[in-house]
């Protein structure tokens, strides 16, 4: 996509920095000066004689991606999955209408709610108490909510999970057809599957209409970069294209798009060698760590249980509870003894992703660092304990929509005074990140005491709630 940028013309155009000159010093060297130099806006990259428009250039290269991945139309995003999937709920889920969904969705999809103005119905997720994280949703519960909500518009599912874990989309597939709806898979932790035989089954494989990639996240991508692909017909890909126009920056950066269309092209070269080789190096680690005393490590044991259909050996979560410590203090205790840093780390379990950019001599490394934690901490009891009074967060009950209530009259509250009250924000715990509170929800007694108890150990609130304050907007609405 670059190929037709011109070295040497002296720039009197934006952007401001004008390839480097004007960033601070410190930060120039830092990014250096090949990179800023192609960090231009599209029509300065097009030239005075517009020999190659970036935008045909991009739509070439989005045609060699779709080819490559199996897709009818495919969209680089610069502004992350979060672009990808609020553009597809905004063009494929009217204001009102239901869309069923996991209770474990990213924060972004809430966002695509609150734009669309379309009505969640949470399909209930079956947790794993032993390993204390979720699992999926049994396919017995999509049917049993599917005839329950037969004015359902689409279904949207993650998969693979963050601890990656995915569900059976074959199945989910299969369920959608049967009602003329779209399936919509948020796959930002799966843009490599598609890649080898040892993975689970990609989703665009498996037959979802709109797969959402964040490929800067398993790829070697810059991150914010992802993919948006469609496979339901031209018409709901114009739709796409349009809610993407409208939410995507009109000065995409040219090294998001390039790290995209360079990545594409070596997938396509020997995209199965390195996937391949990452998937080795995971089993590696897997081995390694068999032996090691108090940590296990999530395997394939897990598929079948809780509508779990398959699971990505390459991200590898290693349960602490044996060590008699939490995630978060075992991730903490990594990155100042080992010089590790992990990919997340919740109440019970480490999550560390193994990519093509890894080689032995990362894995091994890995592996040392979990034998020295383990050594240091053998003699601990395991915690059993009392960080585990919640299992998983409650379900709150839907007063209005999650557009109703964000675009409400707010009023800031205690959040030990917003019992029964209607929430105006997106609440959610890191790690693992996913909203336990939407807007439209009812705030119960329950939720304060889940959200206090959450903050008490150390886990990260969004939203208002974050602050030392402990508040919650409220949206000022009668209750329904
Ligand atoms: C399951 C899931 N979906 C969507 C997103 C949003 O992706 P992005 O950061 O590419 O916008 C994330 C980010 O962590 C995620 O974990």
Redesign the pocket.
């Known amino acids: 996509m670059l190929q037709h940028v011109k070295a040497g013309r002296l720039p009197f155009h934006t952007p401001g920095h004008k390839q480097g000159r004007g960033l601070s010093r410190r930060l120039a060297a830092l990014l250096g000066r090949r990179a800023l130099a192609i960090d231009l806006d599209p029509p300065v990259l097009a030239g005075p004689s517009r020999e190659i428009p970036p935008d045909k250039a991009r739509r070439q290269a989005e045609e060699l991606a779709a080819a490559l991945f199996g897709a009818e139309r495919t969209f680089f995003?610069v502004?992350?999955?979060?672009?990808?999937?609020q553009a597809s709920l905004l063009a494929l889920c009217p204001p009102g209408q239901a869309v069923l969904l996991p209770r474990y969705?990213?924060r972004?999809?809430i966002g695509g709610l609150i734009l669309s103005g379309a009505r969640p119905v949470f399909l209930p997720v079956a947790y794993d108490e032993e390993w204390g994280l979720p699992l999926g949703v049994e396919p017995a519960v999509l049917e049993r909510e599917g005839s329950r909500h037969p004015e359902a518009r689409a279904l949207l599912l993650?998969s693979p999970?963050?601890y990656g874990l995915t569900p059976d989309l074959q199945g989910a597939v299969g369920f959608c057809r049967a009602r003329g709806i779209p399936l919509l898979v948020?796959e930002?932790?799966g843009a490599h599957l598609g890649f080898s035989p040892r993975l689970p089954q990609s989703a665009l494989a498996a037959g979802a209409d709109v797969v959402?990639q964040?490929a800067?996240?398993t790829l070697g991508v810059l991150t914010?970069a992802?993919l948006l692909h469609v496979k339901r017909g031209r018409a709901a890909a114009a739709k796409i294209q349009e809610m993407v126009a409208l939410l995507e920056t009109s000065s995409p950066s040219p090294l998001l798009l390039a790290s995209l269309d360079a990545a594409c092209a070596e997938l396509a070269e020997r995209g199965k060698d390195l996937v391949e080789r990452a998937v080795d190096l995971a089993w590696r680690a897997r081995r390694a760590l068999e032996g090691l005393p108090n940590l296990r490590c999530l395997g394939p044991e897990v598929v079948g249980k809780g509508g779990v259909a398959g699971f990505d050996p390459t991200r590898l979560v290693v349960s602490v509870r044996g060590l008699g410590l939490t995630g978060l203090q075992a991730g903490a205790w990594l990155a100042e003894h080992c010089g590790l840093q992990v990919e997340m780390a919740d109440l019970e379990n480490l999550v560390l992703v193994i990519t093509a950019a890894d080689d032995r001599r990362t894995v091994d490394r890995l592996v040392q660092g979990l034998r020295r934690l383990a050594e240091a901490f053998k003699e601990q009891k395991g915690t059993g304990g009392a960080h585990r009074k919640w299992v998983e967060p409650p379900s709150p009950v839907l007063a209005v929509t999650p557009r109703e209530a964000a675009l409400a009259p707010m009023r800031l509250l205690p959040l030990a005074e917003a019992a029964g009250r209607i929430c105006g924000e997106v609440i959610s715990v890191y790690p693992?990140?996913v909203p336990v509170l939407c807007p439209g929800e009812v705030i119960s007694r329950e939720m304060i005491s889940y959200l206090l108890w959450a903050r008490e150990q150390g886990l990260h609130l969004t939203g208002s709630a974050a602050g030392e304050a402990g508040t919650i907007i409220c949206a000022e609405l009668d209750m329904v």
């Open positions: 995003l502004n992350g999955t979060t672009l990808g999937l969705v990213h972004s999809v993650t999970t963050y948020d930002a932790h959402v964040s800067h996240k914010q992802s693992p990140g």
